[in-house]
């Protein structure tokens, strides 16, 4: 069975910054390509990033370009979000997904985490 | 600038069909882009619903189907149920490296 646990949020102040982490079990996870994709409060969702299976390749939406960096370490089947220079936008539920899907014009978030919540308030 | 755009709400009554338009501009949908659906209840993490405009994932039912016409796709719940009472978000890739979601449609069982 396909799981993805996100960690790491919690309540921080503009300026400053948190990791997230997703743990994922039940798949080859160093074949599928991964996503943040991320949910204000009472709003929609907001795709933030992604990241190719060998780690090698990233994408950032404008809004986190510069400030958020995707990682992944293969070996704990575990992708990473590096959010710095947090802003009060930046308040949202982050999950992490899979992407499923060929090639990249079809590819869809085919599992999703439960999310975790990162508050930017002072 | 890719853009979505989906109707904020839409109703129908149990039993009823309804359908829900996904309108892309700015290249989102352009060419042979796909579009995936995504249902999500309160309070939990969206669920992959329709892949690729038509495909269902193993598990859902089969009252739910996709359609695309030009810049605009469709999803299409039949035989309403109360449980179908949701969130609904379409997504597509842009072509230029990132992935965009519709605003939402809030779907109400009468």
């Known amino acids: 069975e396909v799981q993805l646990l996100e960690s790491g949020g919690g309540s921080v102040r503009p300026g400053g910054s948190l990791r997230l982490s997703c743990a994922a079990s039940g798949f080859n996870f160093n074949i599928f390509a991964m996503s943040w994709v991320r949910q204000a409060p009472g709003k929609g969702l907001e795709w933030v990033s992604a990241?190719?299976?060998?780690?090698?390749?990233?994408y950032y939406a404008d809004s986190v370009k510069g400030r958020f960096i995707i990682s992944r370490d293969n070996s704990r089947n575990t992708l990473y979000l590096q959010m710095n220079s947090l802003r009060a936008d930046d308040t949202a539920v982050y999950y992490c997904?899979?992407?499923?899907?060929?090639?990249?014009?079809?590819?869809?978030?085919?599992?999703w985490g439960q999310g975790t919540l990162v508050p930017v308030s002072s | 600038q890719s853009v979505l755009t989906q109707p904020a709400s839409v109703s129908g009554s149990p039993g009823q069909s309804i359908t829900i338009s996904c309108t892309g501009t700015g290249g989102a949908f352009g060419g042979y882009f796909s579009v995936s659906w995504y249902q999500q209840h309160p309070g939990k993490a969206p669920k992959l619903t329709i892949y690729d405009v038509t495909n269902r994932p193993s598990g859902v039912s089969d009252r739910f189907s996709g359609s695309k016409s030009a810049n605009t796709a469709s999803l299409t719940i039949s035989g309403l149920q109360a449980e179908d009472e949701a969130d609904y978000f379409c997504s597509s890739y842009t072509g230029t490296n990132t992935w965009v979601f519709g605003g939402g449609t809030k779907l109400t069982v009468l």
């Open positions: 997904a899979r992407y499923a899907g060929n090639p990249i014009e079809k590819w869809s978030f085919d599992y």
């Open positions: 990241i190719f299976g060998n780690g090698f390749t990233t």
